[in-house]
């Protein structure tokens, strides 16, 4: 059982918007950075935003990032095939002194 | 190029030991805490354990306290997840990853390990 939700599937037609939501509690999100990471089929995972709302070189700006008190939420404009993958968030627990990732999100792209 | 290589995987029985290694290459591998992440077969991400850049500091899940303990060699670059006492859920994909508290931003391809009789 994961301290942080996510829903365990979304979908949207290509070039449509989604959004992953991750929530979590006042000692793993309210008080750190979420990160969230796209994991391909057989492959290792990337990061595709950092502390909160940033992306790393390479990533697009279709892939938005934020927080909201415990909350944080992954957004996916213009959905392309190549989307499709399981989602992750992570961040750190403070009180536990360990990371923490949600369940995972699948992404179909319709 | 940033590059992270694990190594160690294998099949284990119950109860057996075994050692991981993740040598890393194109940062200053002693400026940089270090996790350990595994992954379950059709299972998610689950964080293991970490260690600061100097070594002085590590961190582990509950899951595998008291079992497995991480360290480093900065001299080599390497980072080392000695398991022991190990059970069949602990079969999963192990990665090496760059990063602790803010982000993990380097990956590597991970490494296998099966716990079975």
């Known amino acids: 059982q994961s301290v942080l939700t996510q829903p365990p599937s979304v979908s949207a037609a290509p070039g449509q918007k989604v959004t992953i939501s991750c929530s979590g509690s006042?000692?793993?999100?309210?008080?750190?950075?979420v990160s969230w990471y796209q994991q391909l089929p057989g492959t290792a995972p990337k990061v595709f935003i950092y502390?909160?709302?940033k992306r790393p070189s390479g990533i697009p700006d279709r892939f938005s990032g934020s927080k909201s008190g415990t909350s944080a939420t992954l957004g996916i404009t213009g959905l392309q095939t190549g989307d499709e993958a399981e989602y992750y968030c992570?961040?750190?627990?403070?009180?536990?002194?360990?990371?923490?990732f949600g369940g995972g999100t699948k992404l179909t792209v319709l | 190029e940033v590059q992270l290589v694990e190594s160690g995987g294998g099949l284990v029985q119950p109860g057996g030991s075994l050692r991981l290694s993740c040598v890393a290459s194109?940062?200053?591998?002693?400026?940089?805490?270090m996790s350990w992440v595994r992954q379950a077969p059709g299972k998610g991400l689950e964080w293991v354990s970490a260690?600061?850049?100097?070594?002085?500091?590590?961190y582990y899940a509950d899951s595998v306290k008291g079992r497995f303990t991480i360290s480093r060699d900065n001299s080599k670059n390497t980072l080392y997840l000695e398991m022991n006492s190990l059970r069949a859920e602990d079969t999963a994909v192990y990665y090496c990853?760059?990063?602790?508290?803010?982000?993990?931003?380097?990956w590597g391809k991970g490494t296998t390990v099966t716990v079975s009789s």
């Open positions: 502390e909160n709302n």
């Open positions: 990853a760059k990063g602790l508290v803010r982000y993990m931003d380097v």
């Open positions: 992570g961040t750190w627990d403070s009180s536990l002194s360990v990371v923490i």
């Open positions: 260690i600061s850049g100097s070594g002085g500091s590590t």
């Open positions: 194109g940062f200053t591998f002693s400026s940089y805490a």
């Open positions: 006042s000692s793993n999100i309210g008080n750190n950075y």
